[in-house]
């Protein structure tokens, strides 16, 4: 059997950590053994790609298999041949981006010219979206433009962005905005 | 990318010219340190000393914005001392074309040049055809009608003196620069370009990027390790989006958007680019497969041809790129804007316009992870809630790792990501929000009718989303495409519902649907290839790190495009050492060949109608051969090259041409802007990230000790950087990386800021540089002059 270099960290925790901490001269074999071990032994392990520039570094994301099922860790992914397990600054960071207290995780609303958020519930939110673009496109809807030629596009609503979803998310997202009739489709790609 | 990141550590030279990858691609870095410890050369070309300076061979100093000057003096040394590849160049450039003789250029201008119209007509930018409709080419190169004539005239103008005092970049760094990097000319050495938004924000951005291009044509380092003309792609999956079109001018996989002078199918495909010469593979005659199989993606209950009117149309020549876009949001144009994952107010060049554009929607939807000015534009700076009218919904989306699907790096590597934990609170997968949000707007016309209801109610569903949860597996197996009816081929019957082993099967008739043809291969019925971890490699491919068990790469899983050309035209590599595919008698080795014909049945360039690699490039706005122009704003009031001082056809916009800065005295000093390793585009991620505020945490203005002395300024003191746009406060940053430099009789000074803060978090962060930045673009690609405009700097 062939071993990556992370299936090998799996089968030698204690082993490998014994020559990484060796000349501090105490020893840290079982307080980073048993890190690992908790890290490997009590999540779930997933592999991902780092969500920031266009190199795609490696990750290896732990999640908690207990309590609310967070991410407890984000590292680099010693076995993708792009980045070996290197991560900078940004990537290193990941961990933090996840379990970020300051992340929306509610939907906000401000009505017209009031001056404070109110949170709203989901199907509140997307019903009013869903009202709000079916008026602005039935009232721009321009079958023929002005040489009378066919061009069924809805000139009242704009879309921009987003390089930072999945390509299957994005692949939706632009047949969604043309089936609306959405001609003004831009994203990070223009600038 | 032509090429992918592993593949940096194969070249002889790499030039880092218009980036900065140790900063904004740090782990790139990984892969250059690696070339340069086999041998390579490393050069830096930057108007400030920085991080990829500091581990480069040579840096070269230069002035914002003379790119075209520096490199077309490297064509003209090229060229002067006989250092092209010339087999490669006869072979595979267009060098021996011969150009129509009404074609021509004078102080500035090319043939057909429309003042009023601010555009080019482009009929004389043509070849001399034969009788069989092939271009006229004469291999002697010495024809003064041909290609490669008219290009060293061109370019006999750009010599190291001119060059030097325009750019004020020093003429032994110069010559030293050209006499290096031309050296890869050689048949067995490789150099490579890694370039980023230092070159494309210029209103002259695409020809920069075109002058590279024809610079590695000359020097046969198109298609072969460690070459190529590499693009480093901004964000993680810019790549992914861009081929998945979320853009005005493209649908998926880089095929022009329907316009209203086609009105049908039928008129849309008569535009498929045609070849008469039968040794062109012209590969985008199989457009209308790929168009009828992706119309079949989108509407799978009806026939191309019908769901061709579900698209919307743009008119003949209508412009909605960016800076557009947002021009006539600021006059009132649109009542709806979606801002999804994306930060217009702090990213987007003039965001002063652009925050004040947000004020005339009357409603808004921002999908973002954390809050932000766009968001929160109502309650920013110099704007009273009580008079804005723009609704606002934000939505708050998963983050990368609490969902499934796939993203593509700047090497065109497809690779997938797992679920760890689930969204956190609230959260949605983008993909989750946008299919429920069809699935209301959906129900309303299904009830209550309205404009043109058919695309909506028509649009694929049974593809996208199981038990009403949008699903990327079914997505991805779509963009991949499958068989719609069963198909015989060759001497094999597909069933409906099978995969599509690769794009050759795809048809033209409606009986395959394709969401993307390049994905092709991504998600067969071998099971999903974007997620393969091998690392199994031939001795061939593990010489040059091709890697290609390891998760997918558009097209067809070729690594290196344009490979044929790596090759002389009897299939043998021209650098065995490091050999990317080699003819064995029947069939290609190494990696996937652009094309598995024999050597020499096909011409290489195969994405190109003629097959040749462009050194005249006849399909640009503003001209077949890169020519200087100063930025819109700048230091001078003419310039050497010609009396056309600016780019004759950049995009512009009436009414703006009084808020420019050209000698103007209130604003004297060159402004520019980067990035930092800590923080990420307008920074709405890397703001909230506690340890990467920590280590950056507010926004600067990088100066001179010379004009830190003229203003009095100190390093670390307040100061105010201002123009006719709007002002920014910051810390002075007074630096030797930054010289003062003579340029045209002019001593300058360079200002550099990052457009990664905003008024919203961190409270005393500063603002985005962008708010400085000029609404003046490319009149290619309507990318934002960014990368050279003028400001005054002063202590607060």
């Excluded at chain 2, 490979?563 to 080699?582: F, T």
């Excluded at chain 2, 990230?689 to 945490?697: D, N, Q, R, V």
Aim: charged share 20%; aromatic share 10%; proline share 6%.
């Amino acid at each position: 059997m062939k071993l990556g270099r992370r299936e090998f960290i799996k089968l030698s925790a204690t082993a490998t950590a014994v020559t990484a901490f060796g000349g501090l001269g105490f020893n840290l074999q079982p307080t980073v053994a048993r890190a690992q071990l908790l890290r490997l032994n009590w999540a779930k392990e997933t592999t991902s790609i780092c969500c920031y520039c266009s190199v795609s570094c490696g990750l290896i994301v732990h999640t908690s298999l207990e309590g609310q099922g967070r991410a407890i860790n984000i590292e680099g992914d010693p076995d993708n041949p792009i980045s070996e397990g290197s991560l900078c600054a940004k990537g290193a960071s990941l961990y933090q981006l996840t379990e970020n207290e300051n992340r929306m995780t509610k939907i906000l609303y401000r009505a017209p010219y009031s001056n404070k958020w109110v949170e709203a519930p989901w199907d509140w939110a997307l019903d009013r979206i869903a009202k709000k673009v079916k008026e602005a496109r039935d009232e721009t809807f321009t079958e023929k433009n002005d040489q009378g030629q066919v061009v069924n596009r809805t000139n009242g609503i704009a879309h921009i962005g987003s390089a930072a979803l999945d390509n299957e998310e994005c692949w939706y997202l632009q047949a969604l905005m043309r089936s609306l009739g959405l001609v003004y489709i831009e994203h990070q790609a223009r600038i | 990318m032509t090429n992918h990141y592993i593949d940096l550590m194969n070249s002889d030279c790499i030039l880092m010219m218009g980036s900065n990858p140790a900063e904004n691609h740090p782990v790139s870095f990984k892969w250059i340190m690696k070339a340069k410890e086999k041998g390579a050369t490393l050069i830096n070309v930057d108007p400030r000393f920085n991080r990829t300076s500091s581990k480069s061979d040579l840096y070269v100093t230069m002035r914002s914005g003379t790119d075209i000057p520096i490199l077309g003096g490297m064509i003209k040394y090229i060229l002067d001392n006989d250092l092209y590849f010339k087999d490669y160049v006869v072979n595979y450039t267009n060098a021996s074309f011969l150009v129509n003789p009404d074609f021509g250029f004078k102080d500035g201008l090319f043939t057909g040049f429309d003042a009023q119209g601010r555009s080019y007509k482009k009929d004389t930018w043509t070849f001399q055809m034969d009788e069989q409709g092939i271009p006229k080419k004469d291999p002697s190169l010495q024809d003064p009608n041909c290609v490669f004539q008219l290009m060293k005239n061109h370019y006999e103008r750009y010599n190291l003196d001119l060059v030097n005092d325009i750019s004020g970049s020093p003429k032994d760094k110069l010559e030293e620069f050209y006499k290096i990097y031309a050296a890869t000319g050689a048949p067995d050495k490789s150099g490579t370009i890694m370039y980023a938004m230092g070159w494309t924000q210029h209103s002259v951005g695409v020809q920069i990027i075109r002058a590279m291009s024809m610079i590695q044509l000359l020097l046969g380092n198109i298609g072969v390790a460690g070459g190529g003309v590499n693009a480093l792609r901004g964000e993680s999956n810019v790549q992914g989006s861009t081929d998945q079109a979320l853009l005005f001018h493209i649908i998926p996989a880089y095929m022009p958007t329907p316009r209203a002078n086609l009105p049908t199918l039928e008129a849309y495909n008569a535009t498929t680019p045609k070849s008469a010469d039968p040794k062109s593979a012209n590969w985008w005659q199989n457009r209308p497969k790929y168009i009828a199989s992706l119309l079949k993606a989108m509407y799978p209950a009806q026939d191309p041809a019908t769901s061709y009117n579900f698209m919307p149309k743009l008119d003949a020549g209508q412009n909605c790129s960016w800076l557009v876009l947002f021009d006539h949001m600021f006059q009132g144009k649109f009542k709806g804007f979606f801002a999804w994952g994306q930060n217009p107010a702090g990213c987007g060049a003039n965001s002063t316009k652009t925050r004040e554009a947000l004020s005339k929607l009357d409603w808004m939807v921002v999908v973002n992870v954390f809050d932000n000015e766009t968001a929160s534009f109502w309650k920013g700076p110099n704007v009273n809630p009580a008079q804005t009218k723009t609704e606002v919904f934000v939505l708050p989306p998963a983050v990368f790792c609490e969902k499934e699907g796939s993203i593509s790096n700047s090497g065109r590597w497809i690779q997938w990501r797992y679920t760890g934990p689930k969204p956190l609170g609230n959260c949605k997968p983008d993909g989750d929000i946008a299919y429920e949000l069809w699935e209301k707007i959906r129900d309303l016309y299904a009830k209550e009718g309205g404009a043109f209801p058919d695309p909506i109610l028509n649009l694929n569903s049974k593809d996208i989303a199981t038990n009403h949860v949008f699903d990327a597996h079914k997505v991805a197996k779509l963009m991949n495409g499958y068989f719609v009816t069963d198909k015989v081929i060759g001497d094999k019957t597909y069933n409906a519902g099978t995969q599509v082993p690769s794009f050759a099967f795809l048809q033209d008739d409606g009986s395959t649907a394709s969401g993307n043809w390049l994905h092709c291969g991504a998600y067969t019925e071998a099971g999903n290839l974007m997620a393969r971890r091998g690392k199994e490699q031939t001795e061939m491919q593990a010489n040059i790190g091709l890697y290609p068990n390891w998760a997918f790469c558009w097209p067809v899983n070729r690594r290196i495009i344009y490979n044929r050309a790596s090759c002389d035209p009897q299939g043998q590599p021209y650098a065995p050492q490091k050999a990317v595919i080699k003819w064995d008698g029947s069939k290609w080795i190494g990696d996937v060949p652009d094309g598995g014909w024999p050597p020499s049945e096909r011409h290489p360039f195969i994405m190109r109608p003629q097959g040749y690699g462009q050194l005249f490039g006849p399909g640009l706005a503003d001209g077949p051969f890169p020519e200087h122009y100063e930025a819109l704003e700048c230091p001078f009031e003419e310039q050497p090259f010609s009396s056309q001082l600016n780019n004759p056809v950049a995009l512009v916009f009436a009414g703006e041409e009084e808020h420019r800065a050209v000698c103007d005295p209130r604003y004297p000093f060159v402004g520019t802007t980067y990035r930092v390793t800590e923080h990420w585009q307008s920074g709405v991620m890397t703001r909230w990230t506690p340890w990467l505020l920590e280590a950056m945490p507010q926004n600067f203005a990088e100066i001179d000790p010379e004009l830190a002395q003229l203003r009095g300024i100190k390093n670390g003191d307040k100061v105010i950087v201002e123009n006719m746009r709007g002002a920014i406060e910051c810390v002075a940053m007074v630096t030797p990386r930054l010289q003062p430099m003579m340029s045209m009789g002019q001593k300058l000074h360079m200002v550099g800021m990052t457009w990664h803060f905003g008024w919203v978090h961190p409270k005393d962060g500063g603002d985005s540089a962008n708010l400085l930045t000029p609404s003046v673009g490319d009149p290619n690609t309507g990318i934002p002059e960014t990368k050279t405009f003028m400001v005054n700097i002063r202590k607060k």
